[in-house]
């Protein structure tokens, strides 16, 4: 048996476009000038609630979620294209985790009402094109940027059905048969334990107004500690205002099931046992049954304090008592007043797309790793390996395009002023030894000339087999 309100997906948000370099070379365009547009923006991916799904079982099959990526810039200015959001349908009551997240950690998102969204992973930037780095002194710049990687994660998404009431109790007491008089729902029936495996939603249109019942899967003793589908089930009982509680009159024991899954309740949240409860009497057209009502219910109102009138003898079969359960139900609704959804998290309706988060570049840490190396005599050396951290620092990184000379001078000048250099020198780095930006490694140099920056730059291409990009202008490599 499976219970599909719990599932856990991978999304990732589409990259944004490169820009790009490019110049205006036209026989009647005076002087020309850089033309290289910037790359579109990477797509979103949004969560969206859809009230055609009652389940998370759709993710069964497709576990990956990827957006699209922003269209590279292209020259004459042309800016790339952004690329299309992704929407993701998830049933009401659905609430967004990462994955691994803390119990004290807030969701990412509750999504409650129809059309409601919120965004899961945010899509990288575009890149600059040459055209934007042109100022009055570098008319003719050589440099553009990648696009921006778009946001991945794991996230966890949890079901918990939103119902104006909840129909509980022990297996087979005719939950779904109940819900099946009183809507027009048509959940699976049939004379054996746990034949409902998920909840069921229905709609009840009685004297000119609609009730949302939930027909919550049968609840057994030590539910609370996980037993049988216990937590898949009890969930769901959190977000109904009104619980109908279904006793099995034909059960040897009605009184006592009604007193286990109360107890059930209370163990997996103390705050159900505030929630008004109905006791619907089920059976009551069968001997075993209709012979037992009136002991049953003194003792449920003596010995439990269940109020005369929250107890109807019904049969969900044949439809007897039904009406009148219905229009109690809504009598308590009405008592209760309008419908106050509680949120676990404040950052919930977002309909409008956040602008990313500002990060320093000059917010970083340095860690030194050793690392040993044997030698050729088969004597132990040492090197050190020193990671910068930081998230400004790693997105630029990230987004330097290394294929360009000016793009290296540009991430050296950063480097610089940004104090990461100083840091280095302060934690002893030496020439030769690896500094690591995020996916970045270099070799560093305390050489920090115009000319060495240059030479280093040309072996870097030449090992990765790229033909060298833009004008080399100064400075000539043999220059010292």
């Known amino acids: 048996m499976r219970c599909f309100d719990t599932s856990r997906i991978y999304i990732k948000a589409g990259d944004g476009g490169n820009g790009c370099v490019a110049f205006r070379r036209?026989?009647?365009?005076?002087?020309?000038?850089?033309s290289g547009g910037n790359g579109g923006r990477g797509g979103n991916v949004w969560a969206v609630a859809d009230d055609g799904l009652n389940s998370l079982s759709t993710f069964r099959g497709q576990v990956h979620f990827r957006a699209d990526n922003g269209v590279n810039g292209q020259g004459s200015n042309c800016d790339g294209a952004d690329a299309e959001d992704l929407m993701v349908k998830v049933p009401l009551g659905t609430i967004v985790r990462r994955r691994d997240a803390g119990s004290d950690e807030p969701p990412l998102a509750e999504l409650i009402t129809p059309g409601q969204r919120a965004l899961l992973a945010a899509g990288g930037r575009g890149g600059r094109g040459n055209?934007?780095?042109?100022?009055?002194?570098?008319?003719?710049?050589?440099?553009?940027e990648k696009g921006e990687k778009g946001e991945e994660l794991w996230v966890d998404l949890e079901l918990k059905v939103v119902a104006?009431?909840?129909i509980i109790g022990v297996p087979n007491a005719g939950k779904s048969t109940l819900l099946s008089v009183v809507t027009a729902a048509r959940p699976k029936i049939a004379n054996y334990p746990f034949t409902t495996l998920v909840p069921n939603l229905g709609v009840c249109e009685m004297d000119y107004r609609t009730t949302v019942f939930a027909d919550v899967p049968g609840l057994l003793e030590g539910a609370h500690e996980g037993l049988g589908l216990g937590h898949e089930f009890l969930r769901h009982v959190q977000r109904c205002r009104v619980l109908v509680h279904?006793?099995?009159g034909t059960s040897p024991d009605p009184v006592g099931d009604f007193n286990a899954i109360n107890l059930e309740l209370e163990l997996f949240n103390p705050g159900l046992r505030d929630k008004p409860q109905i006791?619907?009497?089920?059976?009551?057209?069968?001997?075993?049954?209709?012979?037992?009502w009136e002991l049953v219910a003194d003792?449920?109102?003596?010995?439990?304090?269940v109020a005369p009138d929250r107890l109807f003898p019904i049969s969900a079969a044949t439809g007897q008592g039904v009406t009148a359960l219905v229009r109690a139900v809504r009598?308590?609704?009405?008592?209760?007043g309008p419908a106050t959804l509680s949120y676990e998290t404040n950052a919930l309706n977002q309909t409008a797309l956040p602008a990313r988060r500002d990060v320093r570049i000059d917010e970083f840490v340095v860690s030194v790793e050793e690392v040993s190396t044997s030698g050729a005599g088969g004597g132990d050396g040492g090197s050190r390996v020193f990671y910068v951290e930081g998230e400004g620092i790693e997105r630029f990184a990230q987004m330097t395009n290394w294929d360009y000379y000016e793009a290296v001078k540009r991430f050296q000048r950063v480097l610089e002023v940004s104090g990461i250099n100083s840091a280095l020198r302060a934690r002893g780095v030496k020439t030769g030894e690896s500094v690591v930006i995020g996916d970045t490694e270099f070799s560093w140099s305390d050489d920090q000339s115009d000319a060495a920056v240059y030479d280093s730059w040309l072996?870097?291409?030449?090992?990765?087999?790229?033909n060298r990009q833009g004008t080399a202008r100064w400075p000539h490599p043999d220059v010292r």
Do not use: C, W
């Open 246 to 248: 279904v006793i099995d």
């Open 459 to 466: 072996r870097d291409m030449k090992d990765r087999g790229v």
């Open 131 to 144: 055209f934007s780095f042109k100022t009055a002194r570098d008319r003719a710049p050589t440099i553009a």
């Open 299 to 305: 003792q449920l109102t003596n010995e439990y304090g």
């Open 26 to 34: 036209e026989k009647f365009v005076e002087h020309g000038g850089p």
């Open 164 to 166: 104006d009431v909840g």
């Open 331 to 336: 009598a308590v609704l009405d008592e209760l």
């Open 279 to 292: 006791v619907a009497y089920n059976k009551i057209d069968t001997p075993d049954s209709g012979d037992f």
